[in-house]
């Protein structure tokens, strides 16, 4: 991301959490230092997400949810995580810096979104004045409420409307040229990109108008003309009616990809409020990435011939590498010469509604179409079927996905299970310290650590000054922990003011980030007054432990050879050190 971690702390150090969610969730203060409120997250009567002021940290004993202002930005918002920065950043009146090699922040861009607008409110009056806009629009359909919810509008005929309106200087024309509504003519000249078309502005996540989509009203070529690559407009990254989904769906429980503008608005004008459009392109790992952000079941919609098939294939083969085991993946495969346009205009709400609960899950249409390259019914053919699946299978990220589809793979390949998952396993990174993490912030109460270094680890995370209590080196242990106890002294010693979020911060993308969380969350019952006392006490503890590693080794190595005097000399000292702490 380039964004330096100095700023990143600083940053949570500027933003009160509890004044930001405020601004969200209505917070009420029940017990100490903690607001409650009900969860933003899911769906609940009682008020069980808590946001503590002091650890400027959020978490639900619902459904998990926690964090730090950047994660609920992240979450509740539905950003990423620079993009979250940055909206930190400007309510403090923050400029983000970037390292080197980042790509600096474009000014122009602000002009460039309010041309686009201004294009389309020009738009959308040209289709209000055109009864042959109009006309089309009716003919399909489409009700005034849902071209206005989608701003859609109408190029006239002509060849420099946008042109003559809109690029009176150099630097106008420029704009229109940066963002694709005009073209530059080999003469030197410009004329308006859309002609006789109608529009579909194709909004970001945020709302800003970033490109335009035109349908010719007649015949010819291309039926569709989309806006070319700009500052502005990706359309790998992009969807069509994802702004509207998500401004209409407090939350989406399905999300339903299909091909078309109109496909998308169809829809939407028959309740189906959860549609969107890849923008002329096959589906991409962006397009996944951002829609795995809003919902976790997605039914691809494509044409049942062949091409539509293959069009799926393309799809799965981009999932397999992103697919999550809370992710539900369908494929939805309509009748010949029909699409969702026509089809729910056809047969309406609820008959469609039935045919995306039948669509086909992900393992089932990704067997069917390798079963369909293979002659089953051979040994041969099945270990070509097993061996193509294998190939997929490897690129599932480790979970309960992949063990679920080699044992179906098995079955359907006729092979002993356990041979083929000893094919798919991943070998897991060696750690230095390989304690156990546990699986949420809910089993936090069972990690498998020695109890006085989950004391230890977890008073320290909630009350980072208590580093400035140790002032002698942790003695070597293999204690499990042990080294990341370390790694917390040396980070908060070298920003002594570092606050819990900001601690928290530091392992974000790292295996112990859902650890470190759950320490946030534990609930140790401690009173202020005897923190202190009790971190104290668990480190005495973990350092005679310490003493006892070294002492039971030296006395391992007696039992096996005589010790050198250095060795005796040593196996003293240690016996000494802890007679002398236990007193």
């Known amino acids: 991301m380039n964004i330096p971690r100095e700023f990143i702390e600083l940053l949570l150090a500027k933003v009160d959490i509890v004044d930001l969610i405020n601004t969200q969730v209505p917070l009420r203060k029940k017990s100490g230092s903690n607001y409650f409120a009900r969860c933003p997250f899911h769906n609940e009567k009682s008020a069980s997400f808590s946001v503590s002021q002091p650890k400027q940290f959020y978490y639900c004993f619902g459904c998990g949810a926690h964090g730090n202002a950047i994660d609920f930005i992240i979450q509740h ?17 923050m400029e983000v810096p970037h390292t080197s090699g980042s790509v600096k922040k474009d000014d122009s861009l602000p002009a460039l979104y309010e041309i686009m607008t201004n294009v389309t409110h020009y738009y959308y009056e040209q289709m209000r004045k055109s009864q042959r806009a109009i006309g089309y629009l009716k003919n399909r359909g489409i009700s005034g409420k849902i071209a206005k919810q989608f701003s859609l509008g109408y190029a006239p005929t002509g060849w420099s409307h946008v042109l003559d309106q809109f690029g009176k200087t150099e630097a106008d024309k420029k704009k229109l040229l ?17 002609r006789d078309r109608i529009m579909f502005p194709i909004h970001d996540y945020r709302g800003r108008i970033i490109g335009f989509g035109g349908r010719i009203l007649d015949q010819g070529e291309p039926k569709y003309l989309n806006s070319p690559e700009t500052p502005l407009f990706q359309k790998g990254h992009e969807l069509y009616g994802l702004y509207q989904a998500i401004q209409i769906n407090r939350k989406l429980d399905r999300v339903l990809v299909v091909e078309g503008y109109m496909d998308v608005v ?29 919902t976790s079941e997605i039914v691809f919609c494509f044409d049942g011939d062949e091409a539509g098939r293959t069009a799926a294939w393309r799809a799965l083969q981009v999932i397999f590498p992103l697919m999550q085991d809370n992710l539900q993946i369908r494929f939805l495969f309509l009748p010949d010469g029909e699409d969702p346009d026509s089809l729910i205009r056809k047969e309406g709400k609820p008959a469609f509604e039935k045919r995306l609960s039948s669509a086909l899950s992900l393992s089932a249409f990704f067997f069917q179409i390798l079963s369909r ?23 599932v990220p480790a979970g309960i996905l992949p063990e679920i589809l080699v044992e179906e793979l098995a079955k359907r390949a006729r092979i002993d299970a356990s041979e083929l998952k000893n094919q798919v396993k991943k070998p897991e990174a060696a750690t230095t310290d390989s304690f156990s993490l546990p699986a949420s912030p809910q089993d936090s109460a069972r990690p498998k650590l020695k109890a006085p270094m989950h004391m230890a680890l977890g008073l320290l995370v909630q009350n980072p000054s208590l580093a400035n209590l140790i002032t002698e080196p942790l003695p070597r242990s293999t204690l499990p922990g042990h080294a990341f106890l370390g790694q917390l002294l040396e980070i908060i010693r070298q920003n002594p003011a570092i606050s819990t979020a900001s601690l928290v911060e530091q392992w974000k993308g790292q295996k112990e980030e859902r650890f470190i969380a759950s320490l946030v ?10 923190i202190q006392k009790e971190f104290l006490g668990a480190v005495q503890q973990l350092t005679l432990l310490s003493m006892d590693e070294e002492i039971n080794r030296l006395l391992a190595k007696a039992a096996q050879d005589p010790l050198t005097e250095e060795e005796k000399q040593e196996l003293s000292q240690w016996i000494a050190k802890k007679k002398m702490l236990s007193v």
């Open 77 to 93: 918002e539905r950003l990423s995580f620079p993009e979250a920065i940055e909206t930190l950043a400007r309510q403090v009146g």
């Open 178 to 194: 940066d963002t694709g509504l005009i073209i530059k003519k080999d003469d030197g000249g410009y004329y308006d990109r859309f």
């Open 266 to 294: 169809a829809l939407f004008q028959h309740e189906i409020t959860y549609a969107v459009a890849t923008l002329g392109t096959a589906t991409t790992s962006h397009h996944l990435q951002r829609l795995m952000r809003y």
């Open 373 to 395: 390259q293979s002659d089953l019914a051979t040994i041969e053919g099945r270990a070509r079927f097993a061996a193509s699946a294998l190939n997929y299978i490897k690129q």
């Open 521 to 530: 969350c534990w609930e140790h019952l401690i009173p202020e007054t005897g």
